[in-house]
């Protein structure tokens, strides 16, 4: 067997971790070690020193504190579903894994509130409080296996974040472990005075400390529900109803789109719905709320799909048929699996107005580069994900498909958009922020984070540009 | 046997593009086209039962197939670490359900076992016991008959009796001392009890081969027996080959490749020609292997084309008997019953609905909802000897979330019976253990019953009336 890690100084570093959290809850072996290379984003990869499994916020701050005072880096990982890289090790970093503090640790129905453990999983919260007539609004994809502290750190979406946005304007209050291994708690009251820290705290990316509970609110299910899906022979028609209907003055609660490619992969998946052949597009919408209403809203979306010539529109006549057009949806990035060995997705937010153009300019880059790009998309708030889809065994492809999705975001951010609507910079988009920002604006993001990072130890290398390239390389000098 | 291991041991070599060689080097390495699918998205995570148990990556279905490709691409060993997570897991295919692309991780763990296996032969005690009893045992069904004879004799002499009293028994492991005391009473086996032809009924519906199982057929002959009865009362003609043997399930999660590809050869040759439309089983276990016979000998020119018409015709007794259309029994069985899915039946043939509709059918079974039944048990095979203390962890949790208003836990799979029977002895409850196809079977006996009843209370009024007219 493999001798364990041999890096200068690891074995006392491990005996000390070891002693905080117990043997058990502490990876070192490099074999224990290779499955924490890299999280839901595949592209980059890298070994941390160790793992350590916290059980408590005690233990989390004990350990923190140890690293601080010892200068080790350390980043913070929930189930590892992330698709940007945030939990990836870059110069062998101790990951603190959370999954282990998993508990629901409080629901308050009358306050429509709930305390969670950073380890607990997404779905899970609407599973437990649905008894009551209650759900947890925030639906990323992953929701069966991501966790909610992991939510936090990139400030997740959804499909369903149209009508009642992402993650911040879900969270309440954080208890927070700081770099240095303080325990603060910020927020928890609704309109505290003074500035929104857990709105600065939910999406960055475990870079201003480790969460270690979470007040979220809790919403009240909708009365109904309707779901309507549209299939479509061209894009622009598809494209055109998205905003036809915003435009009606409806609001669903999501509106979804897929395009061919991602049809390909979902009905190979194990979720196939059945689409018939040679689509273009399909568009999930679903409107929720007061049941009187909703078949009015349905008729509507109805007839706007129908002057952009839609194929073929129908609403979900069961909830077994809603819960497969969801199921074939929301599993939609891991289907690709079934087309192409690799992916990497992007992010990018546009304006909706803008979306038949920028698809052309995605299929236009795609043929360029030889490599092809499924489109998987919350069309509604102009949330993209093209999906690229690369085989990583075939030399010089990976960089290709990195150069492919910088490409794309640089047509989002051209058109007035965003690079990251959900997924967080993480490792793969920090060049791409200067698409975005000036040396001035990223100097002061970074001056922010040095109030609570001020060694830059949690989860250094991510969200800004290299050093080298950037502005830190600035402040040094 | 000796061509066989020799063909095993068979070195290949495969470059791969980045130049380092897959320390995967014997024959039937798991599959590049399976683990490449995986696109390390992370649903399958919270699926896993040693995942949420642990909330460690290598211990999780992703967690594995990551090393799995790290061994293939060279960058791992075949070590402690990497037999570990790979041998903790439960081959429950729970992940399987939940995989958006449909990575087969069932058989790629299985794959890795058998490299295992070569790489590093079960040496020692352990090794010992499971070559005995998958090699020396489990394979040859005159011995397991024997076995049978054994234990029904420690039961019925009152040896067990004895034992238990002198207290024997501890020198057991705990958890094979438990297993000891909720040993179902041992039956005669179906395959030495019945004939190899059991006509149909009425009229004749289908013609089926049975699959008796090792372990169903020596512990729970009965159910074997309610199974045959069952088929028979809905039209079907039962052959139960003799020369059948075990299916190879236990082997083949083993990593024992050679020894379950020799018994599935043999399975093969003697069901298909017994010329029936069906085989069906009533272990899930089982069926899920047989089904995938076809992957076990994709490199066997003689029996592929034979495995895959084979596995077309298997299929697990409740979905047979609902899709033939099942004759409502005029029989009442009056329990409260809740259904634990056996995750080779759930989640490896996708039986989840028959099981349910076959007792939903049955006047006076009221059903009642079993919380996440579709979670494994912890009894896979033969996990609960091996993984004692995870599998133990897991029963716990079955056993809690079994409601209290249920009388009667059904399921399809005897490792699921032994266990589930195993969970509710240690935590004091009282429910009854009983295979689907049983609570089907006493509809039928309470339909005859009453006919037998009715028959006999309409002779004594003719009686009686006979009498009235001699007087």
Redesign the interface.
């Known amino acids: 067997?493999?001798k364990d890690n041999a890096v200068a100084g690891t074995d006392s570093l491990i005996r000390e971790l070891i002693a905080i959290v117990g043997a058990n809850s502490v990876?070192h072996?490099y074999?224990?070690l290779?499955?924490?290379d890299?999280?839901?984003y595949?592209i980059h990869k890298g070994l941390p020193r160790a793992v350590v499994?916290p059980a408590d916020t005690e233990e989390v701050s004990k350990v923190v504190r140890f690293l601080h005072q010892n200068k080790v880096p350390f980043l913070p990982r929930g189930?590892?579903?992330g698709l940007s890289g945030g939990a990836i090790p870059t110069g062998g970093e101790v990951i603190i894994?959370l999954?282990?503090m998993?508990k629901l640790l409080e629901v308050d129905f009358p306050n429509r509130k709930a305390v969670v453990q950073p380890?607990y999983?997404n779905l899970k919260l609407s599973n437990s409080i649905a008894h009551k007539g209650y759900y947890y609004a925030p639906d990323p994809s992953?929701q069966?296996?991501?966790t909610i502290g992991g939510n936090v750190a990139e400030n997740a979406g959804g499909a369903h974040c149209l009508k009642y946005g992402v993650t911040t304007n879900h969270v309440l209050g954080l208890e927070l472990v700081l770099p240095d291994g303080e325990i603060i708690e910020i927020g928890g009251v609704t309109d505290m005075p003074g500035y929104d820290l857990p709105g600065l705290l939910t999406g960055s990316e475990g870079t201003m400390g480790i969460v270690t509970k979470i007040t979220v609110r809790i919403l009240k299910l909708p009365q109904g529900k309707k779901t309507v899906l549209a299939l479509f022979d061209d894009v622009e028609g598809a494209s055109r109803t998205v905003s036809d209907i915003i435009a009606a003055g409806i609001l669903p609660a999501t509106l979804e789109m897929m395009d061919h490619t991602a049809i390909e992969g979902v009905e190979?998946?194990?979720?196939p719905v059945g689409y018939p052949q040679g689509l273009a597009a399909v568009l999930i919408v679903e409107v929720d709320g007061i049941e009187e209403g909703l078949d009015d809203q349905i008729k509507q979306i109805i007839g706007v799909c129908q002057k952009n010539g839609v194929r073929e529109v129908k609403a979900a006549q069961s909830e077994a048929e809603r819960a497969l057009w969801w199921a074939n949806r929301k599993?939609?990035?891991?289907?690709?699996?079934?087309i192409s060995?690799?992916?990497l997705v992007q992010d990018g937010v546009i304006p909706r107005s803008r979306l038949p153009e920028v698809l052309g300019r995605i299929e236009q880059i795609s043929q360029e580069s030889g490599l092809r790009i499924a489109n998987v998309f919350h069309a509604g708030d102009g949330n993209l994900h093209p999906l690229i889809l690369f085989d990583s065994?075939?030399?010089g492809e990976t960089e290709k498909a990195s150069r492919v999705g910088s490409q794309v975001l640089k047509v989002c951010t051209d058109v007035g958009g965003s690079i990251t609507g959900e997924h967080g910079v993480g490792i793969e988009k920090k060049e791409e922020m200067r698409y975005l920002f000036n040396d001035d604006e990223l100097q002061a993001q970074i001056d922010i984070r040095e109030v609570f990072n001020r060694d830059n130890l949690c989860n250094p290398d991510k969200l800004f540009p290299v050093a080298g390239r950037c502005v830190e390389i600035k402040r040094a000098n | 046997m000796e061509q066989t291991t020799k063909k095993e041991g068979q070195y290949q070599s495969e470059s791969l593009p980045c130049g380092q060689k897959s320390n995967f080097i014997w024959e039937d390495a798991p599959d590049e086209d399976k683990y490449s699918v995986c696109v390390h998205c992370g649903m399958c995570l919270d699926s896993c039962p040693t995942y949420q148990e642990t909330g460690l990556e290598h211990q999780s279905p992703r967690g594995r197939v990551y090393l799995i490709k790290a061994v293939a691409e060279g960058r791992m060993n075949i070590n402690e670490s990497f037999k570990d997570p790979i041998f903790q897991c439960l081959d429950c295919r729970a992940c399987e359900t939940a995989c958006p692309s449909g990575v087969q991780v069932g058989t790629l763990i299985e794959e890795a076992r058998g490299q295992i296996h070569q790489a590093d032969p079960p040496r020692g005690a352990k090794g010992a016991i499971s070559k005995f009893f998958l090699r020396g045992i489990f394979p040859h069904t005159s011995r397991l008959h024997k076995l049978g004879r054994v234990t029904r004799f420690y039961q019925k002499s009152g040896a067990q009796h004895v034992i238990r009293k002198t207290g024997l028994f501890n020198i057991l492991p705990s958890h094979l001392k438990e297993m000891e005391q909720v040993l179902p009473e041992v039956g005669m086996p179906v395959k030495a009890s019945m004939p190899e032809v059991v006509e149909a009924e009425g009229e004749k519906r289908a013609r089926v081969a049975m699959l008796t199982g090792c372990v169903m057929d020596i512990m729970f002959s009965e159910v074997n027996e309610a199974t045959v009865r069952s088929l028979v009362t809905n039209g079907c003609e039962v052959v139960i080959p003799k020369k059948q043997e075990c299916c190879g399930a236990l082997q083949l999660h083993a990593g024992d490749r050679g020894t379950a590809k020799k018994l599935a050869r043999h399975n093969i040759d003697v069901f298909l020609e017994a010329g029936v439309d069906k085989i069906i089983v009533n272990a899930a276990g089982c069926g899920a292997t047989l089904k995938e016979y076809g992957e076990l000998l994709k490199h066997d020119p003689e029996y592929r084309e034979k495995a895959e018409v084979f596995s077309e015709k298997v299929e697990d007794v409740s979905k047979f008997l609902v899709d033939l259309g099942i004759r409502k029994p005029k029989g009442k069985v009056k329990i409260r019953v809740t259904y634990h899915d056996a995750c080779h039946l759930a989640h490896a043939q996708g039986v989840r609905l028959e099981p349910r509709k076959l007792l939903g059918n049955i006047d006076g079974v009221e059903l009642v909802d079993l919380p996440d039944s579709d979670r494994c048990c912890g009894s896979a095979g033969i996990y609960n000897i091996t993984h004692p203390e995870m599998a133990g962890r897991l029963l716990d949790r079955k056993v809690a979330d079994i409601p209290e208003e249920a009388e009667v836990v059904a399921m399809g799979n005897p490792g699921c019976m032994m266990q589930i029977a195993l969970g509710i002895h240690r935590h004091q409850r009282k429910e009854q253990v009983l295979h689907t196809i049983q609570i089907l079977d006493m509809a039928y006996q309470n339909e005859r019953k009453q006919l037998e009843e009715r028959l006999m209370q309409a002779a004594s009024v003719r009686e009686g009336s006979d009498t009235d007219e001699e007087r």
């Open positions: 067997m493999k990876l072996k074999e224990d290779l499955a924490y890299c999280d839901g595949t499994f189930a590892g579903t894994s999954v282990r998993n380890g999983i992953s069966q296996a991501c190979a998946g194990n979720y599993t939609a990035f891991g289907a690709m699996g079934t060995p690799d992916y065994r075939k030399s």
